[in-house]
Every structure is written in C-alpha cells, then in structure tokens.
C-alpha cells in the first residue's frame, strides 16, 4: 500500500506536459550565415548540373528533418 501511495506522489509530482518538447533550444533558433562557398559549388554547371545541386539541397534538408 505505501509502494502504491509513493508511485502516486511521485506521478502526481511529475504532471503531464504536452508543450514540454515544443521549446525550441537557443542554439536552434540562431540563424547561420549561409554557406555561399557550399551554395555556389552545388548550383555550379548546366542546368542539369543545377537541378543535381537543388536535388541534393531537397534531399539535405529532409534528412535533418528526420
């Protein structure tokens, strides 16, 4: 009984918090400065070459989103 009570206590300490992962840490939110060497090496050569460099800009961005 007194396990139960304790387990209690302690959930009631810990309250559920649905906003509690929305906080976006300091670091996330300072912008970079772009890396102009990095965008003009990808966007560099023909058209095909551009559209390979805006692919792999698509493909970057939706792997840091996972």
């Not at 304790?6 to 649905?18: G, P, Q, V």
Request: glycine share 4%; hydrophobic share 40%.
């Amino acid at each position: 009984m007194e396990t139960l009570q304790m387990l209690k206590f302690h959930l009631k300490k810990e309250r559920l918090s649905f906003t509690n992962a929305w906080i976006t840490p300091e670091a996330h939110m300072l912008q970079d400065e772009p890396d102009e060497e990095l965008l003009h090496f990808l966007l560099q050569g023909g058209t095909a070459e551009v559209q390979d460099g805006l692919d792999r800009i698509m493909q970057s961005i939706n792997a840091d989103k996972d």
